[in-house]
Protein backbone atom coordinates (compact mmCIF):
# COMPACT_ATOMS: atom_id res chain seq x y z
CA UNK A 1 0.00 0.00 0.00
CA UNK A 2 1.34 3.36 -0.99
CA UNK A 3 1.27 6.53 1.02
CA UNK A 4 -1.15 9.35 0.11
CA UNK A 5 -0.96 13.18 0.61
CA UNK A 6 -2.98 16.28 -0.28
CA UNK A 7 -1.33 18.53 -2.20
CA UNK A 8 -4.58 20.85 -2.74
CA UNK A 9 -7.09 22.28 -1.24
CA UNK A 10 -10.06 24.33 -1.99
CA UNK A 11 -13.50 25.82 -0.05
CA UNK A 12 -15.98 28.28 -0.98
CA UNK A 13 -17.46 29.71 1.93
CA UNK A 14 -20.43 28.51 3.73
CA UNK A 15 -23.58 29.83 3.63
CA UNK A 16 -27.03 31.04 1.91
CA UNK A 17 -25.93 30.88 -1.30
CA UNK A 18 -29.40 32.06 -3.32
CA UNK A 19 -27.27 32.47 -6.64
CA UNK A 20 -24.92 29.54 -6.98
CA UNK A 21 -25.80 26.14 -8.12
CA UNK A 22 -24.58 22.59 -6.47
CA UNK A 23 -22.27 22.69 -9.49
CA UNK A 24 -21.22 26.39 -9.87
CA UNK A 25 -20.18 25.74 -5.55
CA UNK A 26 -18.14 21.92 -6.60
CA UNK A 27 -17.02 23.93 -9.16
CA UNK A 28 -15.48 26.80 -7.33
CA UNK A 29 -13.97 24.59 -4.54
CA UNK A 30 -12.03 22.15 -7.37
CA UNK A 31 -10.95 25.28 -9.11
CA UNK A 32 -9.24 26.34 -5.95
CA UNK A 33 -8.10 22.48 -5.19
CA UNK A 34 -6.53 22.05 -8.48
CA UNK A 35 -4.91 25.58 -8.79
CA UNK A 36 -3.80 24.78 -5.42
CA UNK A 37 -2.07 21.23 -6.78
CA UNK A 38 -0.80 22.59 -10.16
CA UNK A 39 -2.99 20.58 -11.99
CA UNK A 40 -5.16 20.49 -14.18
CA UNK A 41 -6.36 16.88 -14.98
CA UNK A 42 -7.06 13.97 -12.49
CA UNK A 43 -7.56 10.47 -12.67
CA UNK A 44 -10.70 10.09 -10.88
CA UNK A 45 -13.24 12.29 -8.84
CA UNK A 46 -14.84 11.13 -6.00
CA UNK A 47 -17.83 13.29 -4.31
CA UNK A 48 -19.08 13.30 -0.89
CA UNK A 49 -23.43 14.57 -1.09
CA UNK A 50 -26.17 13.35 0.30
CA UNK A 51 -29.35 15.51 -0.93
CA UNK A 52 -28.77 16.23 -4.38
CA UNK A 53 -31.37 13.28 -5.29
CA UNK A 54 -34.14 14.54 -2.72
CA UNK A 55 -33.72 18.42 -2.69
CA UNK A 56 -32.23 19.23 -6.22
CA UNK A 57 -33.78 16.02 -8.60
CA UNK A 58 -30.55 15.71 -9.57
CA UNK A 59 -28.59 12.42 -8.93
CA UNK A 60 -25.80 11.49 -11.43
CA UNK A 61 -23.95 14.32 -9.77
CA UNK A 62 -20.45 13.48 -9.97
CA UNK A 63 -20.37 13.53 -13.59
CA UNK A 64 -22.19 16.81 -13.65
CA UNK A 65 -19.81 18.53 -12.03
CA UNK A 66 -16.34 16.69 -13.70
CA UNK A 67 -17.85 17.82 -16.94
CA UNK A 68 -18.67 21.29 -15.75
CA UNK A 69 -15.75 21.73 -14.28
CA UNK A 70 -13.55 21.08 -17.50
CA UNK A 71 -12.77 17.18 -16.28
CA UNK A 72 -14.75 14.86 -18.56
CA UNK A 73 -13.72 11.67 -19.24
CA UNK A 74 -12.46 10.65 -16.03
CA UNK A 75 -14.17 8.22 -13.56
CA UNK A 76 -16.47 9.93 -11.19
CA UNK A 77 -19.03 8.37 -8.52
CA UNK A 78 -20.78 10.09 -6.18
CA UNK A 79 -20.46 8.63 -2.84
CA UNK A 80 -23.54 8.95 0.00
CA UNK A 81 -23.38 8.09 4.00
CA UNK A 82 -25.58 10.69 5.02
CA UNK A 83 -23.60 13.64 7.36
CA UNK A 84 -20.54 11.12 6.78
CA UNK A 85 -20.34 11.75 2.38
CA UNK A 86 -17.52 14.00 2.93
CA UNK A 87 -15.50 11.94 4.64
CA UNK A 88 -17.04 8.31 3.35
CA UNK A 89 -15.81 10.33 -0.45
CA UNK A 90 -12.27 10.92 0.75
CA UNK A 91 -11.98 7.08 2.02
CA UNK A 92 -12.97 6.27 -1.17
CA UNK A 93 -9.93 8.37 -2.60
CA UNK A 94 -7.57 7.12 -0.24
CA UNK A 95 -7.95 3.82 -1.35
CA UNK A 96 -7.89 4.32 -5.04
CA UNK A 97 -4.37 6.24 -4.53
CA UNK A 98 -3.50 3.84 -1.72
CA UNK A 99 -3.99 0.63 -4.16
CA UNK A 100 -1.81 2.03 -7.02
CA UNK A 101 -5.19 2.51 -9.04
CA UNK A 102 -5.23 6.09 -9.28
CA UNK A 103 -2.18 8.22 -8.99
CA UNK A 104 -4.21 11.81 -8.84
CA UNK A 105 -7.61 11.63 -7.35
CA UNK A 106 -9.88 14.80 -6.30
CA UNK A 107 -12.28 14.49 -3.69
CA UNK A 108 -15.19 17.11 -2.97
CA UNK A 109 -17.82 17.71 -1.20
CA UNK A 110 -20.96 19.89 -1.80
CA UNK A 111 -24.07 20.46 -0.55
CA UNK A 112 -27.13 22.67 -1.50
CA UNK A 113 -30.27 22.73 1.33
CA UNK A 114 -31.47 26.57 1.37
CA UNK A 115 -33.02 26.11 -2.08
CA UNK A 116 -36.02 24.50 -0.69
CA UNK A 117 -38.49 24.99 2.19
CA UNK A 118 -37.86 24.28 5.76
CA UNK A 119 -40.39 21.54 5.71
CA UNK A 120 -38.62 19.52 2.72
CA UNK A 121 -35.01 20.18 4.05
CA UNK A 122 -35.95 18.71 7.10
CA UNK A 123 -37.73 15.53 5.48
CA UNK A 124 -34.89 15.38 3.11
CA UNK A 125 -32.51 15.19 6.37
CA UNK A 126 -34.48 12.87 8.11
CA UNK A 127 -33.86 10.15 5.41
CA UNK A 128 -30.39 9.46 7.07
CA UNK A 129 -32.93 7.95 9.79
CA UNK A 130 -34.59 4.36 9.54
CA UNK A 131 -37.25 4.98 7.25
CA UNK A 132 -39.89 2.49 8.95
CA UNK A 133 -38.99 2.30 12.38
CA UNK A 134 -38.18 6.10 13.00
CA UNK A 135 -38.65 8.88 9.84
CA UNK A 136 -42.24 7.07 9.44
CA UNK A 137 -43.20 8.10 12.92
CA UNK A 138 -42.23 11.67 12.56
CA UNK A 139 -39.17 11.96 13.96
CA UNK A 140 -36.58 14.51 13.10
CA UNK A 141 -33.06 14.77 13.60
CA UNK A 142 -33.26 17.21 15.86
CA UNK A 143 -35.68 15.07 17.54
CA UNK A 144 -33.25 12.16 17.88
CA UNK A 145 -30.38 14.34 18.79
CA UNK A 146 -32.96 16.23 21.65
CA UNK A 147 -33.75 12.18 22.88
CA UNK A 148 -30.22 11.46 22.90
CA UNK A 149 -29.42 14.83 24.94
CA UNK A 150 -32.59 14.40 27.01
CA UNK A 151 -31.04 10.99 28.43
CA UNK A 152 -27.60 12.00 28.85
CA UNK A 153 -28.55 14.95 31.62
CA UNK A 154 -31.12 12.38 33.22
CA UNK A 155 -28.11 9.51 33.18
CA UNK A 156 -25.08 11.43 34.47
CA UNK A 157 -27.22 14.33 36.29
CA UNK A 158 -25.63 16.87 34.31
CA UNK A 159 -26.84 20.48 34.30
CA UNK A 160 -28.47 21.85 31.54
CA UNK A 161 -25.87 24.92 30.75
CA UNK A 162 -23.34 21.85 30.65
CA UNK A 163 -23.31 21.98 26.66
CA UNK A 164 -22.40 26.16 26.35
CA UNK A 165 -19.17 25.57 26.37
CA UNK A 166 -19.09 23.84 23.30
CA UNK A 167 -21.10 26.30 21.23
CA UNK A 168 -19.09 29.35 22.51
CA UNK A 169 -15.48 27.79 21.47
CA UNK A 170 -16.85 27.26 18.26
CA UNK A 171 -18.17 30.85 17.54
CA UNK A 172 -15.38 32.07 19.28
CA UNK A 173 -13.35 30.10 16.52
CA UNK A 174 -15.76 30.77 13.65
CA UNK A 175 -15.51 34.43 14.72
CA UNK A 176 -11.92 34.41 12.74
CA UNK A 177 -12.32 31.52 9.73
CA UNK A 178 -13.70 34.43 6.75
CA UNK A 179 -15.24 31.05 5.02
CA UNK A 180 -17.45 30.71 8.25
CA UNK A 181 -21.19 30.62 8.31
CA UNK A 182 -21.54 33.03 11.48
CA UNK A 183 -18.41 35.12 12.67
CA UNK A 184 -19.67 36.36 15.73
CA UNK A 185 -18.21 35.33 19.16
CA UNK A 186 -21.34 34.32 21.80
CA UNK A 187 -21.38 34.30 25.57
CA UNK A 188 -23.05 32.01 28.18
CA UNK A 189 -26.03 34.97 28.11
CA UNK A 190 -26.75 34.18 24.52
CA UNK A 191 -26.60 30.56 24.94
CA UNK A 192 -28.97 29.95 28.13
CA UNK A 193 -31.75 32.65 26.20
CA UNK A 194 -31.52 30.94 22.93
CA UNK A 195 -34.60 29.95 21.70
CA UNK A 196 -35.68 26.12 21.96
CA UNK A 197 -35.62 24.23 18.90
CA UNK A 198 -36.58 20.52 20.60
CA UNK A 199 -36.43 19.91 24.22
CA UNK A 200 -33.41 20.20 25.46
CA UNK A 201 -31.90 21.36 22.41
CA UNK A 202 -31.93 25.29 21.51
CA UNK A 203 -30.54 27.36 18.48
CA UNK A 204 -27.18 27.17 19.84
CA UNK A 205 -26.57 23.77 20.56
CA UNK A 206 -26.99 22.78 16.92
CA UNK A 207 -25.53 23.51 13.46
CA UNK A 208 -27.44 25.43 10.60
CA UNK A 209 -28.72 24.55 7.62
CA UNK A 210 -26.49 26.03 4.51
CA UNK A 211 -24.78 25.19 1.31
CA UNK A 212 -21.01 25.02 0.20
CA UNK A 213 -18.43 22.65 -0.60
CA UNK A 214 -14.66 22.10 -0.50
CA UNK A 215 -12.13 20.23 -2.27
CA UNK A 216 -8.87 17.89 -1.83
CA UNK A 217 -6.40 16.66 -4.18
CA UNK A 218 -4.96 13.31 -3.12
CA UNK A 219 -1.22 11.81 -4.73
CA UNK A 220 1.10 9.22 -3.49
CA UNK A 221 3.57 10.19 -0.97
CA UNK A 222 6.41 9.46 -3.04
CA UNK A 223 4.89 12.02 -5.96
CA UNK A 224 4.18 14.79 -3.27
CA UNK A 225 6.79 17.08 -4.14
CA UNK A 226 6.44 17.33 -8.01
CA UNK A 227 2.57 18.73 -6.83
CA UNK A 228 4.21 21.63 -4.40
CA UNK A 229 6.63 23.49 -6.56
CA UNK A 230 5.64 26.94 -5.59
CA UNK A 231 3.65 26.20 -2.86
CA UNK A 232 4.54 28.05 0.41
CA UNK A 233 2.52 25.33 1.99
CA UNK A 234 3.50 22.14 0.97
CA UNK A 235 2.11 18.58 1.79
CA UNK A 236 0.20 16.77 4.33
CA UNK A 237 0.19 12.80 4.88
CA UNK A 238 -3.06 10.66 5.47
CA UNK A 239 -1.71 8.38 7.99
CA UNK A 240 -4.93 6.42 8.80
CA UNK A 241 -8.50 6.40 7.28
CA UNK A 242 -11.12 4.51 8.51
CA UNK A 243 -14.53 3.81 8.98
CA UNK A 244 -17.32 1.97 10.87
CA UNK A 245 -21.25 1.26 11.20
CA UNK A 246 -23.58 0.91 14.33
CA UNK A 247 -27.35 0.36 13.66
CA UNK A 248 -29.22 2.67 11.95
CA UNK A 249 -32.13 3.32 14.37
CA UNK A 250 -30.95 4.88 17.52
CA UNK A 251 -33.41 2.04 19.73
CA UNK A 252 -31.81 -0.61 18.64
CA UNK A 253 -28.16 0.04 20.08
CA UNK A 254 -27.37 -1.88 23.05
CA UNK A 255 -26.11 1.80 24.70
CA UNK A 256 -27.56 4.85 23.33
CA UNK A 257 -25.31 6.91 24.64
CA UNK A 258 -22.23 5.15 23.53
CA UNK A 259 -21.08 5.79 19.67
CA UNK A 260 -19.88 2.59 19.13
CA UNK A 261 -19.26 3.23 14.91
CA UNK A 262 -17.11 6.38 16.70
CA UNK A 263 -14.94 3.77 18.76
CA UNK A 264 -14.46 1.44 16.19
CA UNK A 265 -13.77 3.76 13.87
CA UNK A 266 -11.06 5.52 16.05
CA UNK A 267 -9.26 2.24 17.54
CA UNK A 268 -8.80 1.15 13.69
CA UNK A 269 -7.23 4.51 13.12
CA UNK A 270 -5.08 4.65 15.99
CA UNK A 271 -3.86 1.16 14.96
CA UNK A 272 -3.30 2.60 11.20
CA UNK A 273 -1.00 5.57 12.43
CA UNK A 274 0.64 3.75 15.04
CA UNK A 275 -0.47 6.10 17.23
CA UNK A 276 -2.41 6.93 20.78
CA UNK A 277 -5.00 9.82 21.95
CA UNK A 278 -2.15 11.42 23.25
CA UNK A 279 -0.47 12.23 20.37
CA UNK A 280 -3.32 13.82 18.76
CA UNK A 281 -2.55 18.01 19.17
CA UNK A 282 -6.41 19.01 18.16
CA UNK A 283 -9.86 17.06 17.36
CA UNK A 284 -12.13 18.19 14.39
CA UNK A 285 -15.20 16.65 15.32
CA UNK A 286 -18.54 16.64 14.26
CA UNK A 287 -20.24 19.20 16.47
CA UNK A 288 -23.97 18.98 14.33
CA UNK A 289 -25.38 19.13 17.93
CA UNK A 290 -23.95 19.84 21.27
CA UNK A 291 -24.53 16.01 22.33
CA UNK A 292 -22.46 14.86 19.61
CA UNK A 293 -19.24 16.61 21.17
CA UNK A 294 -19.43 15.47 24.39
CA UNK A 295 -20.20 11.90 22.83
CA UNK A 296 -17.27 11.93 20.57
CA UNK A 297 -14.90 12.87 23.07
CA UNK A 298 -15.88 9.91 25.17
CA UNK A 299 -15.65 7.45 22.34
CA UNK A 300 -12.61 8.29 20.94
CA UNK A 301 -11.31 7.96 24.46
CA UNK A 302 -10.29 11.63 24.75
CA UNK A 303 -13.09 11.31 28.15
CA UNK A 304 -14.49 9.07 30.09
CA UNK A 305 -18.01 7.54 29.81
CA UNK A 306 -20.80 10.16 31.18
CA UNK A 307 -17.84 12.81 31.43
CA UNK A 308 -17.36 14.39 28.17
CA UNK A 309 -19.10 17.44 29.14
CA UNK A 310 -17.15 18.33 31.45
CA UNK A 311 -14.70 19.52 28.55
CA UNK A 312 -16.66 22.15 27.41
CA UNK A 313 -13.94 24.72 29.05
CA UNK A 314 -11.70 26.69 27.59
CA UNK A 315 -8.55 25.28 29.30
CA UNK A 316 -9.76 22.24 27.47
CA UNK A 317 -10.94 22.23 23.75
CA UNK A 318 -10.13 26.58 23.32
CA UNK A 319 -7.34 26.94 20.62
CA UNK A 320 -4.57 27.18 23.25
CA UNK A 321 -6.53 23.85 25.39
CA UNK A 322 -5.64 20.30 26.12
CA UNK A 323 -7.36 19.02 22.99
CA UNK A 324 -8.14 21.92 21.01
CA UNK A 325 -11.73 21.41 18.79
CA UNK A 326 -13.83 22.76 16.26
CA UNK A 327 -10.78 25.26 15.64
CA UNK A 328 -12.16 27.05 12.38
CA UNK A 329 -15.80 27.19 14.31
CA UNK A 330 -16.68 23.26 13.61
CA UNK A 331 -20.38 22.87 12.20
CA UNK A 332 -21.91 24.60 14.59
CA UNK A 333 -20.17 28.30 13.38
CA UNK A 334 -18.17 27.50 10.21
CA UNK A 335 -21.48 25.47 8.93
CA UNK A 336 -22.71 22.05 8.22
CA UNK A 337 -23.57 21.84 4.24
CA UNK A 338 -24.26 18.03 4.97
CA UNK A 339 -22.11 15.97 2.43
CA UNK A 340 -19.31 18.68 2.40
CA UNK A 341 -18.87 18.72 6.09
CA UNK A 342 -16.04 16.08 5.83
CA UNK A 343 -14.03 17.94 3.22
CA UNK A 344 -13.94 21.15 5.47
CA UNK A 345 -12.81 19.18 8.20
CA UNK A 346 -10.01 18.02 6.19
CA UNK A 347 -9.26 21.09 4.58
CA UNK A 348 -9.17 22.66 7.69
CA UNK A 349 -6.62 19.97 9.72
CA UNK A 350 -4.36 20.78 6.09
CA UNK A 351 -4.60 24.36 7.74
CA UNK A 352 -3.46 23.87 10.72
CA UNK A 353 -1.37 21.51 10.09
CA UNK A 354 0.52 23.94 7.88
CA UNK A 355 0.38 26.82 9.82
CA UNK A 356 -2.19 28.77 7.75
CA UNK A 357 -4.98 28.86 10.42
CA UNK A 358 -4.25 32.05 11.14
CA UNK A 359 -5.40 33.86 14.48
CA UNK A 360 -7.06 30.47 15.08
CA UNK A 361 -3.33 28.81 14.78
CA UNK A 362 -3.05 25.76 17.33
CA UNK A 363 0.63 25.75 18.85
CA UNK A 364 3.37 23.83 16.38
CA UNK A 365 0.68 20.68 15.46
CA UNK A 366 1.84 17.47 14.51
CA UNK A 367 -0.75 15.16 14.24
CA UNK A 368 -3.95 16.48 13.61
CA UNK A 369 -7.91 14.00 13.50
CA UNK A 370 -11.05 14.21 11.98
CA UNK A 371 -13.70 13.11 12.62
CA UNK A 372 -17.42 12.87 10.25
CA UNK A 373 -20.71 11.52 11.80
CA UNK A 374 -23.05 10.31 9.63
CA UNK A 375 -26.74 9.40 10.88
CA UNK A 376 -27.30 9.74 14.41
CA UNK A 377 -23.86 7.68 14.41
CA UNK A 378 -25.20 5.16 12.20
CA UNK A 379 -21.52 5.64 9.32
CA UNK A 380 -18.66 7.27 11.31
CA UNK A 381 -15.31 7.91 9.34
CA UNK A 382 -11.99 9.28 10.84
CA UNK A 383 -8.78 10.16 9.33
CA UNK A 384 -5.71 10.88 11.13
CA UNK A 385 -3.41 13.73 9.24
CA UNK A 386 0.55 14.14 10.32
CA UNK A 387 3.25 16.76 8.89
Not at 10 to 31: D, F, I, K, M, Y
Not at 359 to 378: E, L
Request: with cysteine; aromatic share 6%; hydrophobic share 45%.
Amino acid sequence: MRGISIVGIGQTPVGEHWNLSARHLAHSALSAAMQDANIDRADALFVGNMLSGSLLEQEHLATLIADFSGLRGVEAAKVEAACASGAAALRVGCMAVASGMHDVVIVAGVEKMTDTPSGSTTAGLATAADAEYEAAHGITFVGLNALLMQRYLYEYNVPLDAFAGFSINAHRNGANNPNAMFQRAIGLKEYVNAPMISTPINMMDSSPVCDGAAALVLVPTERASEFTVGQHRGAVQILASASATDTLAVHDRKDPLFLEAAYLSSQKAYLQGGITPDEIDFFELHDAFTIMSALSLEATGFARRGEGWRMASDVEIGIGGRLPISTMGGLKSRGHPVGATGVYQIVETVLQLTGQAGKNQVKNPRIGMAQNIGGSGATIVTHILGV
